[in-house]
Nanobody
Framework: QVQLVESGGGLVQAGGSLRLSCAASGRSFSSDAMGWFRQAPGKEREFVAAIVWTSGNTYYADSMKGRFTISRDNAKNTVYLQMNSLKPEDTAVYYC???????????????????WGQGTQVTVSS
């Protein structure tokens, strides 16, 4: 059974930073890339960032580029999302996901991911 466990969410003031972690485990765990998505109240889930395990190639949603950084630790099967200069509109539940694709266009779509974490709440106060 594959498990993705997010951590690091919380309450932060606008302009602050948070680092989310996503640890993957399970005997059958195998993926080519990991992604972060988020869902704000009343909105659809949206792509945030993705990273390919082997190459380290990264992809970002335009609105997060320059503020968010995705990274990975292959030895720990863990992916991180460093979020800086946070804004109230970044408030959402953040989910990590594991997928078998490495192409940018595919990694931006949630249906292309096989496993999902339970999500971690990020709240940015103004």
């Amino acid at each position: 059974q594959v498990q993705l466990v997010e951590s690091g969410g919380g309450l932060v003031q606008a302009g602050g930073s948070l680092r989310l972690s996503c640890a993957a485990s399970g005997r059958s765990f195998s993926s080519d890339a990991m992604g972060w998505f988020r869902q704000a109240p009343g909105k659809e889930r949206e792509f945030v960032a993705a990273i390919v395990w082997t190459s380290g190639n990264t992809y970002y949603a335009d609105s997060m580029k320059g503020r968010f950084t995705i990274s990975r630790d292959n030895a720990k099967n863990t992916v991180y999302l460093q979020m800086n200069s946070l804004k109230p509109e970044d408030t959402a539940v953040y989910y990590c996901a594991a997928g078998r694709w490495t192409y940018s266009i595919l990694l931006r779509t949630e249906r292309n991911y096989d496993y999902w974490g339970q999500g971690t709440q990020v709240t940015v106060s103004s």
